[in-house]
């Protein structure tokens, strides 16, 4: 009978997975993906928390009939050969670490759209991985992204006879190597900080009353930039630090970018350097609204050139800072 007992022993394998998750990117910048990506993107109560009622009348009867048509244009505009740049980057970071990590099973997951959390989650189970490690790669904490990607790994296993064990990462905005990752990209493109007459730490919006309601992603975001300009050495007057892609027509975070490159134009400046540390790799809102719309704003109102600096994308250093997170957080595993 003890032979028989064996055949009950779980499989579970020796390898320990890695969710890596980002926020996702339409299939296509056509109007059909558009529309299926808003639509997921939208409907997310932590990115758009009004009266569900009220608010998917307004989505399905106005936005998800005219958004998608211009989104797309402008998806269009930074798509490349190899596909939409965030996923892009997304398939070399995860490649860099499955040659650089043995014994681990390393997966990417979007929150929206393909490939989903829901399909990684799946393939390790499929493989009997016990043990994972969640790290969305938002350095700077917030309800509408880390939050959200909490809720949909708790939707995704609540449907599942047993849990893994989950390891979840919850930001890294003042990480060592993280700030020097940031700040060697600023030196690397500025020629070691010489050729900065002004920089701009640019990051995401949300509406202010998430602040209120004790989100602090803000005061993460702030503390990123101080960390990024004592380590470059900045004084106060090389940087500000701003808030950019708010929509809707409540009170976000302040400063608003795009009324801090008017002010700045009009002050004098020559040429502007923006940065966007709350962002690990380039998506539409760094290549298209800053690269383009942002440099265009810049020169209407007297600037003479925006110089976007790139994001960490699949750097070496940030795949360093990656697998430093990942080492972190095995402990007691291997």
């Not at 929150?111 to 009997?128: C, D, H, M, T, V």
């Not at 938002?138 to 390891?167: H, K, M």
């Amino acid at each position: 009978g003890i032979d028989k007992m064996k055949d009950f022993e779980p499989k579970y394998k020796d390898k320990i997975g890695v969710l890596i998750t980002n926020l996702g990117t339409p299939d296509n910048p056509d109007k059909k993906s558009l529309k299926r990506y808003l639509k997921e993107f939208l409907s997310d109560r932590r990115v758009v928390d009004y009266n569900r009622i009220l608010w998917k009348a307004i989505l399905y009867g106005i936005i998800l009939n005219i958004r998608p048509k211009r989104s797309a244009r402008l998806y269009k505009k930074i798509w490349t050969d190899e596909g939409s740049p965030l996923m892009v980057n997304m398939d070399r970071i995860l490649n860099s670490l499955r040659n650089e990590l043995d014994n681990f099973q390393i997966e990417i997951g979007m929150r929206y759209g393909n490939p989903s959390i829901q399909k990684a989650l799946n393939r390790f189970k499929e493989n009997n991985v016990f043990n994972i490690v969640v790290l969305p790669l938002y350095p700077q904490a917030g309800s509408p992204t880390n939050s959200s990607t909490f809720d949909e790994i708790s939707r995704v296993l609540g449907g599942w006879p047993w849990l893994p064990n989950l390891r979840f990462v919850n930001g890294y905005h003042d990480r060592d190597d993280y700030i020097n990752a940031i700040s060697n990209t600023v030196k690397r493109a500025t020629s070691n900080c010489t050729d900065i007459e002004k920089i701009i730490f640019s990051f995401h919006g949300m509406p202010t009353r998430y602040l209120k309601q004790g989100d602090p992603y803000y005061c993460f975001c702030h503390k990123t930039a101080r960390l990024v300009a004592e380590n470059l050495q900045l004084n106060e007057k090389q940087y500000i630090l701003a808030f950019q892609s708010r929509f809707g027509r409540e009170e976000w975070l302040q400063p608003y970018i795009d009324e801090e490159i008017v002010k700045q134009a009009k002050s004098g400046i020559k040429k502007l350097h923006v940065v966007s540390p709350g962002f690990s790799v380039d998506c539409l809102e760094t290549l298209e609204e800053i690269k383009i719309q942002y440099d265009d704003l810049f020169r209407l109102n007297g600037g003479q050139s925006l110089e976007y600096i790139s994001c960490l994308n699949s750097d070496e250093e940030h795949i360093f800072m990656i697998k430093n997170i990942i080492k972190e957080n095995i402990s007691g595993w291997n």
